[in-house]
Nanobody, 121 residues
Framework: QVQLVESGGGLVQPGGSLRLSCAAS????????MRWYRQAPGKPRELVAT???????NYADSVKGRFTISRDNAKNTMYLQMNSLKPEDTAVYYC???????????????WGQGTQVTVSS
């Protein structure tokens, strides 16, 4: 019923930029909080950034000043602008969101399938 689809990943050189998108779809109300996580091979999944429905943001210290999270509530879409990318940013990036189905009371948490970001020369 709910789909979260990430896009925009790829291969970039150190110092480069990428813009990730996460589109939520289905018979849903506008998502509440949305988040970007990432997971590198052999590492635990890490919270990268959070944005509330009102636009308040929080960032992991490792990305602060380089990444910007944003959203377009009319499009049910969240973005992650990643600048000054480093090899240690290499990971699968996952979209996560708190969403209420129009036909069901209450909120549930959902995950996207992930998009690969590789930072390498």
């Amino acid at each position: 019923q709910v789909q979260l689809v990430e896009s925009g990943g790829g291969l970039v050189q150190p110092g480069g930029s990428l813009r990730l998108s996460c589109a939520a779809s289905g018979s849903i109300f506008s998502p509440d909080a949305m988040r970007w996580y990432r997971q590198a091979p052999g590492k635990p999944r890490e919270l990268v950034a959070t944005i509330t429905s009102a636009g308040s943001t929080n960032y992991a210290d490792s990305v602060k000043g380089r990444f910007t999270i944003s959203r377009d509530n009319a499009k049910n879409t969240m973005y992650l602008q990643m600048n000054s990318l480093k090899p240690e940013d290499t990971a699968v990036y996952y979209c996560n969101a708190d969403i209420r189905l129009r036909a069901t009371p209450g909120y549930s948490n959902y995950w996207g399938q992930g998009t690969q970001v590789t930072v390498s020369s």
